[in-house]
Each structure stands twice: as C-alpha cells, then as structure tokens.
C-alpha cells in the first residue's frame, strides 16, 4: 500500500493488520491461564503492530506481515514475561497433574482416563476439569527445568550452548528426541490427538476447535492441557 507520492501508507497498513494483532492473540491465549485478559493482550499486540511499521523498510525484502508477526507476539511475550503470567499456584498445580498421571500410567500400564487422575488426585472429575482449565498447560519445557542443574549436573543452557550442528551424537539425539514426541502424540487418545493436530498443524483457535469437535471452547483447553500434561509425563526421561 502506497500513497500518492509512493511512500508506504503505514496508516493504511495498520488498519489492515489489526486482525492479524486479533488472530495471534486468540491463538496466544489458550495457552495462558484464565487470569490473562484477550483485551489486554490485543492492546499490547496493537503497540507491537506499531513498532513493526516504524522498523519496517521495503528494501529488507521481507513481507510486512511476517514482520509485524514477529514484532505482534514478540510484544506480547515481552509484556506476559514481565508480569510472570503462570503463577507459583499454578506451576504447582500442572505440576501435580504430571505426577499423578505418572503414576496411574505406571499402575494400570496404559493412558489414564480423566476419573482415574482426579481419583489419583483426591478430588472429584468436576474439578479435576476446573484445575485444567485453570493451569492451562501448554510448555514441553518449562524454563525452571531449562536452569536447574548442580555443581554435578549442569543444567540444559549449559548441556546445549556450544555447537551442536557438528556433533553427529547431537544431531542423533535430536532425531530420537522428534521420533519419540511423534510416538507420544500418536499414543494420546484420539480426542486429543484431534485437538493437537488442529491446533498445532492447521493453526486453528479454540472456538474453531470446539465448532468441529461439538465441543465448548472450555472443554478443548482442558483437553489441550491434559495432552500436554501427558506428553510432558512421556517425554521427561528425554
């Protein structure tokens, strides 16, 4: 979009791009927990939009909207990390979960159904699905687990710094790493596997999600959550 004189119309721009602040905020936020407000990420998405066409110059050959993209969620990111979004309570809580799904797993040899890990938990099936939509998971790696480590046992930063791209042993564990999160997906309950491939695959929204499956938006976070805690459950021995 161009003026008159062919300078870039930014304000034009802008306009056009406000959908794009609205869509990477739906998609952001089924991965927050619920006292993170759509509002108040799409205005900071907003303020990211326009410093993507204050930065933004033509002869970078990139297009605009994969740069405001970045700038979009970079913004928000920054924003969710300075209020530490997922509190203590609810780490602890996700947390919980894992363990308790664990142990079921280990028990009966099998996926747990929802009953048996709020039988687990001590707590009825009702709020067992609260607890999920509370928690919200969504991280494969937390960024605690990323730094702990001992004198002994450095921690992940330190393990993967140095140049892994020529290390053929990396590169060897890397595949084995993908090939065992492909295995772990195709071990989820079908419901959950629909949900994951939706939204991981086809970048579809919650409400979208819901609309397919015949679902509230409600019941797929939680069930988005309880396919992360699973898959988390599997892949920490990785």
Known sequence: MYTAKG????????????????????????????????????Q???IGLTDALSRYEVAQGVQFETFASQRIRGAMLDELRAGDWMSRSSRKS?????????RVEQRLGRSPLES????????????????????????LVYLEDMHRGSEEDEGFLDRHVADDAAD?????????????????????????????????????????IAAVLGVTESRVCQLHSQAIARLRTKMRAH
């Open 94 to 102: 996700q947390k919980e979960i894992e363990q308790a799904l664990h």
């Open 116 to 139: 048996e890990i709020a039988e687990e938990l001590g707590i009825s099936l009702q709020d067992y699905q609260t607890l999920l939509g509370k928690v919200r998971g969504t991280q």
């Open 44 to 46: 900071v998405g907003m």
């Open 7 to 42: 300078q870039l119309d930014r304000d034009a721009l802008f306009h056009q791009h406000l959908p794009l602040v609205r869509r990477i905020a739906h998609h952001m936020i089924a991965k927050l927990p619920a006292n993170v407000e759509l509002d108040d990420l799409i």
């Open 168 to 208: 053929p042993m990396a590169l060897l564990r890397d595949q084995r790493l993908r090939a065992s999160l492909v295995a772990a997906i195709q071990a989820l309950p079908e419901r959950e596997q629909y949900i994951m491939g939706m939204y991981y695959e086809q970048d579809m929204n919650l409400k979208e």
